[in-house]
């Protein structure tokens, strides 16, 4: 059974910095490309990076290029989003996904891209 496992999230001020974990169990996580999305309240939930099974492919949304960091460590399972110079319009539930891949990438912008998602870590950055 697969389980994704986020933490870090928290209460973090206008140009802050946190880091996302996400521990997977019950996979072959290099036989995974990962993810992050992201839910505001009242918006719909949208992606914002994504790395493929050996790190050598990697994807941002355009608004956190730059800012935001996707790494990956196979030997633990773990993946990380590091994000810096964080903004009010940051603050959103953030999710880790993941793709089953036989090294290909598909679809890794959409949700419909992934079938395993975890229960989500809160971002909060006040205005």
């Known amino acids: 059974q697969v389980q994704l496992v986020e933490s870090g999230g928290g209460l973090v001020q206008a140009g802050g910095s946190l880091r996302l974990s996400c521990s997977a169990s019950g996979v072959t996580f290099s036989n995974y490309n990962m993810g992050w999305f992201r839910q505001a309240p009242g918006k719909e939930r949208e992606f914002v990076a994504a790395?493929?099974?050996?790190?050598?492919?990697?994807d941002y949304e355009d608004s956190v290029n730059g800012r935001f960091t996707i790494s990956r460590d196979n030997a633990k399972n773990t993946v990380y989003l590091q994000m810096v110079s964080l903004k009010p319009e940051d603050t959103a539930v953030y999710y880790c996904?993941?793709?089953?891949?036989?090294?290909?990438?598909?679809?890794?912008?959409?949700?419909?891209?992934?079938?395993?998602w975890g229960q989500g870590t809160a971002v909060t950055v006040p205005s």
């Open positions: 996904v993941a793709q089953w891949t036989t090294g290909l990438i598909m679809n890794w912008r959409s949700t419909r891209g992934y079938k395993y």
């Open positions: 790395i493929n099974w050996n790190g050598g492919t990697i």
